[in-house]
């Protein structure tokens, strides 16, 4: 599947996109031609392309809702429309979600300045190619687990696409294990400091949840858990699995929600309990960003498709496509992993009872030192529990289940075991 992602593919669908003249929130949804009314349609027709070819287990539609004016960036009552796409779980029993999004919509200088031509070939075409990309080429594949991919609206306005998600998803108790989030995932170079480099990427995860305070904060205090959150964990999965998967690239763990005083589509699913991360380049051109289409002392502004890298964005891509089809491949995680704490010893011991679904042929029992960004030993064990010779005062542990085809579930770090 790696293989197949195309940078043909990837530019093909940008350029098409950024063909539609703007895709601002507040642009125009009657036209055919032009504004985001268009852009979902357009999107909407990929999917249903696919699904055809998908033995019917890929469906797509546009989820809309009628977003009210605010004081903000939206300055009437607007349509505000998703466009997902869902492949069904050949699992009935497997209620698990892996979703990767990126924002259709984009901007000019001005946010709110929903007429003038905005290509956002980068911010967020690109993310929105990868997620069509990773569609097209996963949707002739079956997985246990459900993948839904979504290009969102209003990201430039206030994530308000990626919150109307975040809500129903949180409202009807989906089971959403990790959301790869995607923006500004194309471009090899900075303004500026003119660095050129094709073969890093950053994934930005939080360390402690909004949602971790009273009793929950004082336990990740007093065990050193500060660094073991939800969207930490995976940042660690998605860095070991797209560099095992993707040659001459490197996932760049970056230990901050987003970029400094900035946002991004994942953090509607973060406020709400879900483990997401946002994906972006290395290194950000701003001549190129919110820019309206210019010349201005020997320099072009705007986000043009010439300023794409198609081999770059088919690496971050194919980074993406390893990490979904690992996620949805992958037995779910071990149960009530615990580590045992009743008599003091230099050995741990780690137990744990088998996932609720999908066939295991054993568990990563996972290591590292308390300052390490990663883990750094993974040990393979056929068995319910683990013993080593290391203490527990000394290392973090835990544990991953795994199947035959060697597809690893997220990372689970054990609780006290009295
Ligand atoms: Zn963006």
Not at 260 to 289: C, K
Not at 302 to 328: H, I
């Amino acid at each position: 599947m790696v293989k197949e992602v195309s940078p043909d593919s990837l530019k093909s669908y940008i350029t098409s996109l950024v063909a539609l003249g703007t895709r601002n929130t507040l642009s125009t949804q009657t036209n055919s031609e032009r504004g985001i009314g268009a852009a979902r349609v357009w999107v909407l027709n990929k999917f249903n392309d696919l699904a055809k070819k998908s033995g019917g287990r890929l469906t797509a539609f546009i989820d809309t809702t009628i977003y009210k004016a605010d004081k903000n960036r939206v300055s009437r009552d607007i349509i505000l429309g998703n466009v997902v796409a869902t492949l069904q779980g050949t699992d009935p029993n497997d209620k698990r979600i892996f979703l990767i999004s990126g924002h259709l919509d984009n901007m000019r200088s001005n946010p709110t300045d929903s007429t003038g031509d905005a290509p956002g070939a980068n911010d967020d075409a690109s993310g929105s190619a990868a997620v069509i990309e990773c569609a097209r080429i996963m949707s002739r594949h079956s997985f246990p687990a459900t993948i839904i991919f979504i290009t969102v609206s209003g990201e430039e306005q206030g994530l308000l696409g990626a919150a109307y998600m975040a809500n129903k998803a949180k409202t009807l108790g989906w089971d959403i294990e990790a959301d790869l989030n995607n923006d500004i995932m194309g471009s090899n170079n900075s303004s500026e400091t003119k660095i050129i480099d094709n073969t890093r990427i950053r994934v930005f995860s939080e360390g402690l949840s909004v949602l971790d305070t009273g009793r929950i904060a004082t336990n990740i205090r007093n065990l050193g858990l500060e660094n073991d959150g939800k969207a930490r964990q995976l940042a660690r999965y998605v860095k070991e699995i797209g560099e095992r998967y993707v040659e001459n690239l490197e996932v760049v763990m970056v230990y901050r929600n987003d970029r400094f005083l900035r946002g991004g589509d994942h953090s509607p699913y973060v406020q709400r309990g879900f483990a997401a991360v946002r994906i972006t380049e290395m290194n950000e051109n701003y001549y190129h960003q919110h820019q309206n289409v210019r010349m201005e002392e020997g320099i072009q502004y705007g986000d043009l498709v010439e300023f794409m890298d198609f081999e770059y964005l088919r690496k971050n891509t194919a980074m993406n496509l390893s990490n979904l089809a690992s996620l949805a491949k992958a037995p779910s995680m071990p149960q009530e992993v615990k580590v045992e704490v009743k008599k003091l010893t230099n050995y741990t011991y780690l137990s744990w009872k088998a996932p609720k679904t999908g066939k295991v042929k054993g568990y990563y029992v996972m290591m590292r030192e308390t300052t390490s960004a990663f883990w750094q030993k993974k040990f393979f064990t056929a068995d319910l529990e683990y013993r080593l010779p290391f203490s527990k005062d000394n290392y973090f542990f835990a544990v991953q289940s795994v199947n035959e085809t060697g597809n690893e579930s997220l990372a689970v770090v054990p609780g006290v075991g009295r």
